[in-house]
């Protein structure tokens, strides 16, 4: 790397944005089965607890915020130099292109990666489109 470009990334104080404003999205893959659809989101550095999975108007919606684990905290005593990964709050929405079976749907946390499980719902029957949260499982 040229010592242009290092001294370049390092006069970056004034134009890099603060951790924790406004709202990123995380990346996602998602994949349909027979049986359903998996949705697999990177989430590295995320706390199960500090993210939330919800159904609501045939969308899964996953939010929730990635603290900054150096310079949470720290105002004032902590410069940001090279900021590349995202910070603060996150949404991610996700249109279901079919109806979810609800009570059954999964959602895991495992080294950095989400995945929910929406099993496809059987044909026949009504069913109220209400806001829902899916509990959230962390993994080691």
Request: hydrophobic share 40%; proline share 5%.
């Amino acid at each position: 790397m040229s010592k242009r470009i290092v001294t370049q990334w390092y006069s970056l104080d004034a134009r890099v944005t603060q951790p924790g404003t406004g709202t990123w999205t995380p990346n996602a893959s998602i994949y349909e089965r027979p049986e359903g659809l998996v949705v697999l989101v990177e989430l590295a550095g995320v706390k199960a607890e500090e993210v939330e999975v919800h159904i609501a108007n045939q969308k899964l919606i996953i939010s929730g915020n990635r603290r900054d684990p150096v310079c949470a905290g720290k105002s004032g005593t902590c410069r940001v130099k090279l900021m590349e990964m995202d910070m603060g709050h996150f949404e991610r929405i996700i249109p279901l292109p079919f109806r979810v079976e609800r009570e059954e749907a999964t959602a895991l946390c495992r080294n950095g990666l989400l995945e929910v499980r929406l099993p496809r719902r059987a044909m026949g029957g009504d069913e109220v489109d209400l806001h829902q949260a899916i509990r959230l499982k962390e993994s080691s």
